[in-house]
């Protein structure tokens, strides 16, 4: 267990609809990651924030945005969603810049999206 | 741009030893990292090199020298169980917050 968690773990919707993925990440970790993969593909980085800032930007589209809240959870939102949206979603926290010094990700299980 | 290349795909025998390679272009660079990957799972965390040279965890090894943009890791005395995609992640500026992965290597082991 990472101590990451996503919910939901799984999600069906149609195309056109929107939909929230929730991430908590590890207790102490400022900072949250969001990456898509696709079937059978690599992890597409999507955006970073720490402790509630933008950070870091990926090949994010318009159509999705997140934010981190005070709490430090953060949310993933997806809108207009289209059949090639269907992917497994992680959300990954670090302790960036924290003292590690190897800025490991911890992963949570994902949310797998399927778009019929 | 900013990528990471590594094959696609290694196939080797129980007990061996086998070696993935990455290379990375990117804009800035803080280190590389090594994940592992079995199906349906999350990526755990393996190995990072922010400096040249080699890292040694039990039976995983990882290697980077900056000047070549170059990386690999390296798996001894497989085991089944090592039949996973591994991926390679570079962290970039700004402040190491940006980490990209490669595609990944599927790796099979054979009995």
């Known amino acids: 267990d990472s101590g990451v968690t996503q919910t939901p773990k799984h999600l069906i919707t149609a195309t056109g609809q929107r939909v929230t993925l929730r991430c908590s990440p590890r207790s102490g970790d400022l900072s949250v990651y969001w990456y898509q993969q696709s079937l059978d593909q690599g992890l597409q980085f999507l955006i970073q924030y720490y402790n509630g800032e933008e950070r870091a930007k990926g090949n994010i589209l318009e159509r999705f945005s997140a934010q981190q809240f005070p709490d430090l959870h953060s949310e993933l939102n997806l809108s207009s969603l289209e059949l090639g949206d269907s992917a497994l979603y992680f959300c990954a926290s670090s302790d960036l810049p924290g003292t590690s010094g190897t800025g490991e990700l911890f992963f949570g299980e994902g949310s797998r999206l399927t778009v019929l | 741009g900013q990528s990471l290349e590594q094959p696609s795909e290694v196939t080797a025998v129980e007990g061996a030893i086998v070696q993935i390679n990455c290379t990375y272009q990117?804009?800035?660079?803080?280190?590389l990292s090594w994940y592992q990957q079995h199906d349906g799972g999350a990526p755990t965390f393996l190995s990072y090199n922010a400096l040249d040279g080699l890292e040694e965890t039990g039976r995983f090894s990882s290697f980077l020298s900056r000047s070549d943009s170059y990386g690999y890791l390296l798996l001894q005395e497989l085991q089944m169980k090592d039949s996973a995609s591994y991926f390679c992640a570079a962290s970039s500026p700004p402040g190491g917050f940006k980490t990209i992965f490669g595609a990944g290597t599927r790796l099979f082991v054979k009995a």
């Open positions: 990117t804009s800035g660079f803080y280190g």
